[in-house]
């Protein structure tokens, strides 16, 4: 059971639209993280979020964490082929435990 | 080392069949995870690891799972008597302590048949 729904489970985009992946809790959590992986390989750690309303950028990508720390989104500007890949955001429900993570968005970024 | 390495990459077993997957985290990581990752899914939770005691074994399905740290450093996921519902990748993670970033390995596919 993963306690953190991401939506949408399949996202098919053409290279230079915008796209947000939303990640949806009923639990609060101390922290989020959002993390890529590609296939055969393990994911790999995006950004880490810890506050409330806090909002980070990297490059193109803009992550997001509620302000009741229940959900987190993550928005690309202008996807490039790059991009394509599993998204998965992260949970730690308090400090001191580990992260669960949710379901997965697969994007594939069309050239 | 220079990253988390797992072995053996991939792995078929006949099912009622033994295994044994390994995972070998960075040099000076304390805690040590276990995943289980369905095909398009998100990894789900088996074990931690802090040195060498297991201090959550919540996530694993059955008694058939097992895991072993035994010297704080190498880790070994023992599957017994596998099912075709074992089938899966199995990724093992470390990270210097708990609240700090974690690095995955590629993981393990498991195939049951």
């Known amino acids: 059971t993963q306690l953190l729904e991401q939506s949408p489970q399949f996202l098919s985009i053409q290279e230079g639209e915008n796209l947000t992946v939303y990640c949806n809790s009923s639990?609060?959590?101390?922290?989020l993280q959002w993390y890529r992986q590609e296939p055969g390989e393990g994911p790999v750690l995006l950004v880490t979020?810890?506050?409330?309303?806090e909002v980070k950028k990297l490059k193109r990508l803009t992550f997001q964490f509620g302000d009741a720390r229940k959900d987190s989104s993550l928005h690309i500007t202008a996807a490039q082929p790059g991009d394509t890949g599993l998204y998965l955001c992260a949970g730690q429900p308090s400090r001191g435990n580990q992260f669960y993570f949710g379901t997965g968005t697969s994007l594939t970024v069309i050239p | 080392g220079a990253g988390v390495s797992q072995s053996p990459r991939y792995k078929v077993a006949k099912r009622g069949q033994d295994v044994a997957l390994r995972c070998d985290p960075i040099s000076g990581h304390v805690s040590l995870f276990w995943y289980q990752q369905a095909l398009g899914q998100g990894p789900e939770f088996l074990t931690y690891f802090q040195n060498e005691a297991q201090l959550d074994k919540s996530g694993l399905p059955s008694d058939r799972f097992f895991a072993e740290r035994p010297e704080g450093s190498v880790s070994t996921l023992k599957i017994q008597r596998t099912q075709q519902e074992d089938s899966a990748v199995y990724l093992c993670?470390?990270?210097?302590?708990?609240?700090?970033?974690?690095?995955f390995g590629q993981g393990t596919r498991l195939t049951v048949v």
């Open positions: 979020v810890v506050t409330g309303g």
């Open positions: 993670a470390s990270s210097f302590v708990l609240d700090t970033e974690a690095f």
């Open positions: 639990s609060v959590f101390s922290s």
